[in-house]
């Protein structure tokens, strides 16, 4: 009887290093285009605010005087992970810090890195790449991820190991609306107050005329209405206090340019509350995997008595039940006109590190321990400008 071979398996297959890249021209970034987006699609990522087309638009209005750093894992020819982040230097209490943080603004609602492979080994390059010792950054501030992101709690374990000083900072909670459901669903959500007021309003405003909404998403259309929608958004309290699109001509430029990418991927939706035509309020609304992201909003304050932005949600709501939209994120902060429409919402966290260098460790102190201890006692205000005055004048005679 021939004796039978037997093949012996090693109990562990080796598996390629991962090599970590660093991007750092703007040009060549624009290049990986589809390379970048399959990274996103692959790595589960369903909001844009990773994409391709909202990076590189964030960068050519908002990234001067900072330096690109977008690091990415790969094996071999395979991108396994991405972490989009930026070089700049940041006041911090009168202290000048070299920072290295993710792509982050006012004008970002949220944050993720794609990571496709969540294995030890891509976080590890990732960290090994962004902690190098020779980098110039004393601190790395991960902005605006959600709290439950893999990518804070990986990050927060490496640096504690390599003996960085983290602290969290937690940013106001999102409201969002869950739909999947039929729009009467909604509507039985809503307290009695808001559905009185909702059917009220709209009986009131009918009978000025012809009420609808109005989309706009076909790309030829979008430098018009995009622009209309602008006028809307300003005519109203944030014209008024300087906070209206408008108001800054970058950020004009950003959202426009935006606009404009946007629909050539079938993504944006410039939605209008018209009566008897005339265009009262405006929502600028990405749609991505059926879920709404409102970007802007604003109403002629001509018809405030109406409530035009709730006569606008409402319809908005309705149509997007109907389409089986899934969910409708307000973004952004839990203001009481939000919370209005829902009680559900997203938590946010930032998670700040800094390396062992003197200046850094003073720096995270003067945030997670002098600082929260000042606001609770006012006697060591003092103590503190004292400290920093100290700082600032052994930073000058450097």
């Known amino acids: 009887m021939a004796q039978q071979q037997v093949c012996s398996l090693p109990q562990r297959i080796p598996v390629p290093a991962v090599t970590v890249d660093v991007i750092s021209d703007p040009d060549a970034f624009r290049e990986y285009g589809d390379k970048w987006d399959r990274l996103v699609a692959d790595s589960g990522i369903r909001h844009p605010f990773a994409s391709h087309a909202w990076l590189t638009t964030w960068w050519e209005h908002f990234g001067a005087g900072k330096t690109l750093q977008v690091f990415v894992a790969r094996r071999g020819r395979d991108w396994l992970g991405a972490a989009p982040m930026m070089m700049h230097t940041v006041n911090m209490y009168g202290v000048p810090v070299r920072r290295l943080d993710s792509i982050y603004n006012y004008h970002v609602p949220r944050n993720e890195f794609p990571v496709v ?44 190991r390599n003996g960085w000083l983290a602290g969290d900072w937690a940013a106001a909670p999102s409201p969002y609306i869950e739909l999947g459901c039929s729009y009467d669903d909604v509507v039985k959500r809503l307290s009695h107050n808001m559905r009185q007021n909702l059917r009220k309003r709209q009986a009131k405003l009918a009978e000025v005329d012809t009420v609808d909404i109005e989309t706009v998403s076909d790309p030829s259309e979008i430098p018009l209405a995009i622009a209309d929608g602008f006028r809307i958004e300003a005519a109203a309290w944030k014209g008024t206090a300087g906070t209206a699109i408008i108001s800054d001509p970058q950020v004009e430029r950003f959202y426009a340019r935006l606009a404009s990418r946007a629909a050539e991927l079938g993504w944006v939706k410039l939605i209008f509350l018209r009566v008897g035509g005339k265009r009262i309020a405006f929502n600028y609304v990405l749609e991505v995997a059926g879920v709404l992201y409102g970007l802007k909003i604003g109403y002629d304050p001509d018809y405030q008595s109406y ?92």
């Open 117 to 160: 492979e969540q294995t030890d080994d891509v976080y590890e390059g990732l960290w090994q790449a962004i902690s190098c010792k020779d980098a110039p950054w004393d601190a790395v501030v991960l902005q605006q991820f959600l709290s439950d992101s893999q990518t804070l709690a990986r990050f927060r374990r490496l640096a504690g």
């Open 307 to 398: 409530s035009p932005g709730n006569m606008l949600r409402s319809l908005l709501l309705k149509e997007a039940c109907e389409r089986g939209c899934l969910e409708y994120d307000f973004l952004g902060n839990p203001d009481e006109w939000k919370l209005a429409w829902t009680r559900e919402t997203r938590l946010h966290g930032w998670l700040f590190l800094f390396r062992k260098r003197p200046l850094a460790r003073m720096v995270y102190h003067a945030k997670f321990d002098l600082i929260p201890a000042v606001r609770r006692s006012p006697r060591l205000i003092k103590l503190t400008n004292s400290l920093l005055g100290l700082v600032q004048c052994s930073q000058s005679n450097d």
